[in-house]
């Protein structure tokens, strides 16, 4: 920003040194640029004015002229009080204040007219104004008297201290009024054209004192187009500056590894959607560019299979990969899964996590550096220092939200020429919040499931109905089928946090399914997170192998567990999942060619989030639907897979709300640095110069994935 925003708040007419740090701790408003940025939240419509008449308790707020009577102080102590009251025409109502009473009888002027506003309130079938706004008309008629009134978001400390949101408002009319001529434009002209011509100081004065709606609404538009520009400005440059300097190896050839998997290992076709995702894929790894690419593709959509495609490429070309996954189960299974697909080939896999035992691991990590490890899958002891490659080729990184930005920069170093990224996710990000978030990444969707799936049938039922439920678990277990039992545990993988009572839900419904479905006739297996890792595997192993019936588990097995035969997923109380866990869950079943279902218990009571997002269950399967509902309810920041990806800060824009307005402004980033690489061009000064500003002292490197 530039400098004149820069000025620390504290000199700003009005505010002075302590109410400069109050602001700071409380709002985070340390300079002119911040408190600008602290847009209204709403507006309170201004101009109707009530009659004492027509009032009732009922209406939020209302507003009246009229003669402010004598000022009484009544009551004693804590029942302390000022009273008066306001005339109009039509009768008159009683003001209460019980706090600030010293300073209203010195600033209030009896027998004045006063403009009132505020939320009538019934008492003894009187209607009164407790703490009312009150301006004198004659001064309210000079100012900047809006009719829309801006609401702001405070504290209550800031409030008592003074600082509520009127009086927010009125350092914004003072900021806005000294600001005059001093504001820089950040666009180009042919933009503001474009923007109903608002300014970039029009815009901010319309938005902190509007002057009529149509006025308001433009000056919002400029405003969020203005901040999702250059956000996608600067992830769009991101990626341009590390095509320009980031070298990649060329995997110039698709040879023998890949083609006789392809001809002869390879169990079925592969959809259409994953060919062409492993061809966007060769391209990027043929390009002599690093590949940074995400794919996303909804659970079951067949993403380890792409991955193990693309590490064949790879070897091809004589590289090593490696698949890191987040859970030690899920590395397990990967490894499970690889080294099944690629059975009969003389391709090296091997696994590495934490629980691998040291003389192992000793041996894994000789043959890696020799090269002679092609493969190798793992969880987070991937990255450790002590892991060297001879030739790292390619990293592809399951569910990727739960790693880190720092963690993914460790695997970075581990080869000369920057390995090449795969990012494969199975929680979709809503088309606009993936802009955001991964604007600098090349994207790839698995929209398509391989044939033959049949969509998983989807039930809300509540505890009452568990014996009808336990009913249908026994008819499907009669047919051969599996069943998964999942209970809520918070704070997974850190036994310390997990809540005892928690476990005890676990266990005791452990124990109600094993006096259910007891032995000799059925055999149930148990994984939760405070086991250990040897146990976990043992019974996890069981249920794989079809040797029990019922896996009961916390959220363990949440992510990319597979075992075809399982096709139904119990969810006990369902209501205390999120959506995109609720989602990932089901997931893991329907993998088969059977019918599957998904059945969510709750309690009786449902608050309105939770029986949406039931419901969202109940009516679809289609993972990029439910992630757009969860991005509703929960907003960006809340989302899984948002949290540490680094979402730009927004004031005014909202990912739901503008999301046509946010692709409106990734096509004008496009063209604009398509037509004029440099923003070179006179034209674009501004927007270069703006740009030029927000990036200043950040590092290209800063977002690597
Ligand atoms: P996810 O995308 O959730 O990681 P997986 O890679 O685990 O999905 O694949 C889900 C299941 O679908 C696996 O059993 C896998 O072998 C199978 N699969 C993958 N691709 C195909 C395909 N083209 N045709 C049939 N089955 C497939
Ligand atoms: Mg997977």
């Known amino acids: ?66 003669t402010l009577g004598a000022l009484r102080t009544v009551g004693e102590k804590q029942g302390r009080r000022l009273v008066a009251t306001l005339t109009d025409a039509t009768g008159s109502v009683e003001l209460v204040w019980f706090k600030g009473v010293r300073w209203l009888q010195a600033s209030l002027k009896p027998g004045q007219e006063y403009i009132l506003f505020g939320k009538p309130n019934a008492f003894n079938g009187r209607i009164n104004f407790p703490h009312p706004e009150l301006e004198l008309a004659a001064s309210w008629e000079q100012g900047l008297n809006a009719t829309l009134q801006p609401v702001y978001n405070t504290t209550q400390k800031l409030t008592a201290k003074g600082l509520g949101s009127p009086a927010i408002w009125k350092l914004q009319k003072t900021l806005v009024a000294q600001l005059t001529g001093q504001l820089s434009e950040t666009l180009s002209p042919d933009l503001v054209d474009w923007l109903a011509g608002v300014s970039r100081e029009e815009a901010y004065r319309q938005v902190h004192a509007p002057q009529d709606q149509a006025r308001l609404d433009s000056a919002v538009r400029r405003l969020k187009f203005e901040e999702l520009f250059f956000i996608q400005l600067q992830l769009l440059e991101q990626k341009r500056l590390l095509q320009e300097q980031v070298r990649g190896n060329v995997f110039a050839q698709v040879g023998q590894y890949f083609n006789s998997f392809y001809k002869d290992h390879l169990p079925f076709e592969l959809t259409g959607a994953q060919k062409r995702v492993v061809k966007e894929i060769r391209k990027d790894m043929g390009s002599g560019r690093q590949m940074n690419r995400l794919v996303q593709g909804d659970v079951g959509s067949g993403k380890t299979l792409v991955g193990l495609l693309s590490m064949l490429i790879a070897l091809d070309n004589g590289f090593q990969s490696a698949l890191m996954a987040p ?100 929680t979709p990000i809503p088309r606009t919040l993936a802009m955001t978030l991964y604007g600098d990444l090349d994207t790839s969707v698995i929209d398509e499931l391989p044939p033959g799936r049949r969509p998983i049938r989807t039930v809300h039922r509540s505890d009452h109905a568990r014996n009808a439920v336990f009913g249908f678990l026994e008819e499907e277990i009669a047919k051969g089928r599996q069943v998964y039992v999942v209970y809520p545990l918070i704070e997974e993988g850190d036994p310390a946090k997990m809540q005892g009572l928690e476990l005890k839900d676990l266990t005791d419904g452990f124990e109600s399914l094993s006096r259910r479905f007891p032995l000799p006739k059925y055999a149930l297996s148990m994984v939760h997170g405070r086991m250990d890792q040897a146990t976990k595997d043992y ?66 009571k449902l608050g309105n989030d939770a029986r949406a997002r039931i419901e969202t269950m109940v009516r679809t399967n289609d993972g990029f639907e439910i992630a757009e509902v969860d991005l509703r309810l929960r907003g960006p920041g809340d989302l899984m897979g948002t949290q540490q990806s680094g979402l730009p800060e927004l004031h005014i824009a909202d990912l739901v709300a503008d999301a046509a307005l946010l692709q409106q402004a990734r096509q004008v980033a496009i063209r604009s640095l398509d037509q004029d690489p440099g923003l070179r061009d006179p034209r674009h000064a501004p927007i270069a110069r703006a740009l030029a500003e927000r990036t200043r002292g950040k590092p290209v490197w800063g977002r690597i994935s």
């Not at 934490?354 to 002679?372: M, P």
């Not at 939200?401 to 920057?418: D, I, N, T, Y």
């Not at 896996?551 to 097995?557: D, G, P, S």
């Open 539 to 604: 019974e996890m192993a069981r249920f794989k192998k079809g040797e029990t019936n019922i896996l009961v588990a916390t959220t363990v097995i949440e992510v990319g567990v597979d075992v075809p035969n399982a096709s139904v997923m119990v969810i006990e109380n369902s209501e205390r999942f999120g959506l995109s866990q609720l989602h990932q869950l089901r997931g893991r079943v329907g993998r088969g060619a059977e019918q599957s279902f998904c059945i969510l218990m709750t309690g009786d």
């Open 327 to 426: 859970t030690e189960i899920l590395a397990q299974q990967h490894f499970a899964t690889l080294s099944r697909f690629l059975e009969g080939m003389p391709i090296v896999v091997r696994s590495l996590t934490g629980s691998t035992k040291a003389a192992e691991r000793k041996s894994i990590l000789t043959a890696l550096r020799l090269g002679e490890v092609h493969l190798v899958v793992g969880t987070h002891a991937l990255l450790e220092d002590r892991v060297v490659f001879q030739r790292l080729g390619l990293v592809v990184i399951d569910e990727q939200h739960r790693f880190g930005v720092a963690q993914r920069a460790r695997l970075w170093k581990k080869s000369e020429v920057a390995p090449h990224v795969l990012v494969m996710t199975a």
């Open 1 to 66: 920003m530039q400098e004149v925003l820069d000025t620390p708040i504290e000199f700003l007419k009005g505010v002075g040194p302590q109410r400069a740090e109050l602001l700071r701790s409380e709002l985070n408003i340390a300079t002119f640029g911040d408190l600008l940025q602290h847009f209204p939240f709403r507006y309170v419509d201004r101009s109707r004015f009530h009659s004492v008449k027509e009032l009732n308790e009922e209406m939020p707020q209302a507003q009246l002229r009229g």
